[in-house]
């Protein structure tokens, strides 16, 4: 008879980090196996599953499209111990120089809260096109505050058209260095959770935004914060 293994006991403990630069370009599973890599050098004890092939256990909040940067990106990681016995001090100090550009921890904790408890995100959306003015960016607010917003959307099951506009949850529009920049809070929970990318291809579309030569014309997305309800996730 095979002698019964002692479970072992683990903790959440959430990392909350910002990806810019290059790391825009990565995957989410590229992520997923630079923070085990990451975990490793730096000596955390993380636990791993049981079975015939373990792994650590990793859970990213609303994983962002490639291409996309954010400030406030949120990893739920299980550490072994009671949360007595983590040294969060510890662990942050030890994950404080990743060294990696672009990736940079800044904060670790024990959470409060659950992932499920996302509802909304805010996104700043920078577009170099040609034409860019100040008439421009009002063309640009006045159709994405248009109620409604009809675009086609990729699903489950396929693409259908849909009406977004419920959720945007504000959204404005300005003209400043050359550029139209959008600042725009989104759904972000898990059932009605809205790609930026969809603001761009509404006004690549309804705007004529980034219909020029491509080598001239580009966009930037970055996410800057994270909100629970009214407040901001933790």
Excluded at 210 to 217: A, S
Aim: aromatic letters at 8%; glycine letters at 6%.
């Amino acid at each position: 008879m095979l002698p019964v293994r002692e479970k072992v006991i683990h903790t959440t403990v959430r990392i909350r980090f910002s990806k810019v630069g290059d790391l825009q370009y990565i995957s989410h599973l590229d992520l997923h196996r630079t923070f085990c890599r990451l975990f490793v050098r730096a000596g955390v004890p993380v636990w791993y599953s049981e079975g015939y092939s373990p792994h650590p256990h990793l859970v990213f909040a609303t994983p962002l499209s490639v291409g996309a940067e954010s400030l406030c990106e949120y990893l739920d990681v299980s550490i072994v111990g009671t949360p007595e016995e983590i040294d969060i001090p510890d662990i942050r100090a030890r994950l404080a120089d990743t060294g990696i550009a672009g990736l940079t921890v800044e904060d670790v904790y024990l959470p409060s809260t659950k992932f499920s408890s996302i509802t909304d995100s805010d996104y700043r959306i920078e577009i170099v096109t040609s034409g860019a003015d100040a008439r421009l960016a009002r063309a640009c607010e006045d159709v994405l505050c248009e109620a409604p917003l009809c675009t086609v959307k990729r699903t489950k099951s396929g693409e259908r058209e849909v009406d977004i506009s419920a959720q945007i949850r504000k959204v404005s529009v300005d003209f400043a260095d050359g550029r139209i920049k959008i600042a725009a809070r989104l759904c972000a929970d898990s059932s009605s959770f809205l790609n930026p990318e969809y603001l761009v291809k509404i006004l690549r579309e309804r705007c004529g935004v980034l219909c020029g030569d491509p080598m001239c014309e580009s966009y930037s997305i970055l996410r800057t914060a994270v909100y629970a309800g009214d407040k901001e996730f933790q």
